[in-house]
């Protein structure tokens, strides 16, 4: 694809020092006329997991052409390979450790390549923020048109994320929660497609001992503070409850099991 | 007034998830060259209340043309209508829950319009996400120059977002702390034109068995840590404390009753 | 230098609140074609000295031309003037409190104009706010090609920042931590041109009544949740916790000791 821009930042470097605005600096000095777009800079620190789930949740969003640069990047000066992965509607340009593989997955994986031409670094290049030194000017050049061959050389593929998988058995479907957004609201793991082969009004979600019963079409469709299972935005199940937290309410998070089954 | 192309966004989704960040794709996707700006994303969840005062602080800032994008929708899937606003000096977009009111009427309200033109919309359109659904595209293509008329059918106004009144009663005024700032301060509904009418060497304002007298010209008129009363940023009576927190000192927030009154 | 249109923005107004937002209006209103930039607005309410810490780690990233706008102001409303200064490499614009004295060192400081030309602002001049009414429209003036003759009169310079100095003492070095980051990393004001005075293998950190050595090559260098001394990309010495927060470990904060020594 032909980039169009846009570049989108996803980082755990959070918001109360300056290193994001030192990526968009050094970004800026190459590209001038580049879109920056924030994603979130809060992924929890060195949670490649959560950065991996939501760029994943993203990307689909932006227009064929964006690149998308995510640093979550605990092994920052070690072994694990800079990429840039070109894919059928955009580019992606971070630590190869987990955290690009469901995005690229998502956009259509075309080809992965080690950033291993020094002469597009910032230099010296840090041991301890290849964010600024490494990530941030590729994705600048490659925004600015460079082609993908000029990155550095094809990998093999990408480090697949050690994803938590869905069940299937007894008629039922095993899955958990993957991420707990602002809200409080559980989001699950269990696909919108996969609900449908229970007939609506028979259909039970099991979450640490809570029994829900039918999957709602809204929010507005139970009383407030009421405890709800919904298809949220990003396609998936969803524990939610109105107007309050579910994660709250249940105390539970990540990695809580959620059954859902037919009556 | 002719779109500028400038978005402005506040929201109640939080800077933790990317749910701001997957509506500024959808925007740039239908609007490539719209500027988007953040007011805040901060606003408590379902708090249309906070959402409205923050919103209508910050309008008037902003040039003749800019599209201002509001989502703090506790009903988002119920029967409260989306809409967008036109006023002289621009266009409001979000739900007509009380949140784009008082912002309206501060710009000069002029016509509401349903949004009621599916087209529009990004598809499917989700029961739980109509930021990223309806409000990010139809402000896009207002902000792109789409005519006002083509968004929707005449309504025949705004839900009024209720509002604590200032009462006048023995020679004094009765308001009361409509928001409680970053630092602490507790801004009130007290306008600075009605405390001109008191004695500038004479007014006492009272809050929580506290009273500060006169009304300061300015932080550096008190010493450091001192409680002290000013006309603050928002056009209003303000409670500060120098370099410090007047919410934490008084223990107090939003809804604290403030009098003033002539010594 | 002349002005490339980008305006960086550094405040510790924080973002719950719309006041950044209202500043990004005004600069709109006035500079239609900037580029707006953030750095961070979570300066700690009134730190003087960790804004200008901030500030001067980010500013060398920029591209020349670039206008910085800082506002860390616990004296608005008081004697301390406005400034714009103009260094080889970019503008800075915010109050002569000691804020902007380390970035215009860095940038090469050339002179020094006190914001005196009222036709510039925004009017009426609030006396809580001069971010919005005084910083920001002089900022975006500037952004847009005003002479910088035009914004003011010339002043004889800055008012320094007191800063910590590092000190030399048998053989050894003592400073102190100036910042800790989103991270827990305790960021120190040694330089790393100081440390390479020592022989590699022979340095010895202490702080807090832990002795560190040496000095690590990465954060992958030792194992996960090992403490490390590491030049970090401030350019100086940095204790980290590989994966975790030294803030958190070791208890401490800024002004902390930290001394250098052969073993």
């Known amino acids: 694809v032909t980039a169009n821009g846009i570049i989108t930042l996803l980082t755990d470097f959070g918001t109360r020092d300056v290193y994001v605005g030192v990526m968009r600096g050094v970004i800026l000095a190459i590209a001038p006329r580049a879109r920056l777009v924030d994603l ?39 072994a694990r390979e800079p990429v840039a992965v070109f894919t059928e509607r955009g580019i992606l340009v971070g630590p190869d450790n987990g955290l690009l593989q469901p995005a690229a997955e998502r956009l259509g994986l075309c080809e992965v390549r080690r950033l291993d031409r020094e002469e597009l670094f910032r230099h010296p290049v840090s041991r301890t923020f290849h964010g600024r030194d490494i ?17 550095g050389s094809l990998c093999a593929g990408l480090h697949p994320l050690p994803m938590p998988a869905v069940r299937r058995a007894a008629g039922a479907l095993h899955g958990e929660v993957i991420h707990v957004d602002h809200y409080g609201n559980l989001i699950t793991n269990i ?4 609900i449908l082969n229970f007939p609506a009004d028979r259909v039970s979600v099991r979450i640490a001992g809570v029994s829900i019963s039918p999957v709602s079409p809204s929010y507005a469709a139970v009383s407030e503070g009421a405890l709800l299972a919904i298809i949220g935005s990003w396609g998936t199940l969803e524990i939610a409850v109105r107007d309050g937290s579910a994660a709250g309410r249940l105390a539970v998070g990540r990695g809580t099991a959620v059954t859902v089954s037919a009556i």
């Open 40 to 78: 979130t800079h809060e992924v929890p620190p060195q949670d490649v997991f959560a950065g991996a789930m939501l760029l994943r949740s993203a990307v689909e969003a932006f227009p064929d052409g964006t690149v998308h640069l995510a640093v979550v990047d605990p092994g920052v000066g070690s």
């Open 135 to 151: 990530f941030a000017p590729v994705a600048a050049h490659l925004a600015s048109g460079l082609a993908g061959t000029s990155v």
């Open 191 to 194: 696909a919108a497609g996969e």
